[in-house]
């Protein structure tokens, strides 16, 4: 157990619907990164917030949009759902200072249909 | 643009035997290589690290190789188990591992009896 939590596990839904994707970290990691895994794009780099802060931007969709509370949760928003976005959400967390050692939760699995 | 190339895409290797993944990457800025283990419907979790300052980690039956001047790096681990069969991932990233990871496309390994 990585100490990182998602939810929901899985969610199913309709194109064109919005969905929200839930992120705890580890306690005391004030990073949070969202990866999109698919089979044929493997593991891609989405967006990452630091302390609240949006601090690296990657290949996120402009449908996409996330933010980080102050209870350092985060969440990950997915609008305008199509059936290319089925894929597995993750996030990861890390600490500030040392080795930065990212680590992943258990995912949420998005299916549109 | 792939920035860290891995292979092979698969392999299978008996019981006892020794497992050998390989990454290669472009971006000379990148300075903190991780290992991610994946079992399937689980999240990645992170198996060992290296720093370009050191040229082998060893922790267990997992060895890390790292080599600069080349810009590749390994995965190799010892006395191949059942339970090691799972996907594994290279990674890389700059400022110590203080920015977002990028992934290879992963290696499906299969450790048979």
């Known amino acids: 157990d990585s100490g990182v939590t998602q939810t929901p596990k899985h969610l199913i839904t309709a194109t064109g619907q919005r969905v929200t994707l839930r992120c705890s970290p580890r306690?005391?990691?004030?990073?949070v990164y969202w990866y999109q895994q698919s089979l044929d794009q493997g593991l891609q780099f989405l967006i990452q917030y630091y302390n609240g802060e949006e601090r690296a931007k990657g290949n996120i969709l402009e449908r996409f949009s996330a933010q980080q509370f102050p209870d350092l949760h985060s969440e990950l928003n997915l609008s305008s759902l199509e059936l290319g976005d089925s894929a597995l959400y993750f996030c990861?967390?890390?600490?500030?200072?040392?080795?930065?050692?990212?680590?992943f939760g258990p995912g949420t699995r998005l299916t549109v249909t | 643009q792939q920035q860290v190339k891995q292979s092979p895409q698969s392999l299978i290797v008996q019981k006892g035997g020794i497992s050998i993944i390989n990454c290669a990457y472009e971006?000379?800025?990148?300075?903190?290589f991780p290992w991610y283990q994946q079992f399937p419907g689980k999240g990645p979790a992170l198996l060992i690290a290296i720093r370009p300052d050191v040229s082998e980690k060893k922790e267990g039956r997992f060895t890390i190789s790292f080599n600069k001047s080349a810009k590749q790096f390994s995965l190799h681990i010892m006395d191949s188990q059942p339970g090691d069969s799972a996907t594994y991932f290279c990674?890389?990233?700059?400022?110590?591992?203080?920015?977002?990871?990028?992934f290879g496309k992963g290696t499906r390994l299969s450790v048979i009896a």
């Open positions: 306690s005391g990691d004030l990073s």
């Open positions: 990861a967390s890390s600490k500030q200072g040392g080795f930065y050692e990212q680590y």
């Open positions: 971006n000379t800025a990148f300075d903190y």
């Open positions: 990674a890389a990233s700059r400022n110590s591992g203080n920015t977002p990871l990028v």
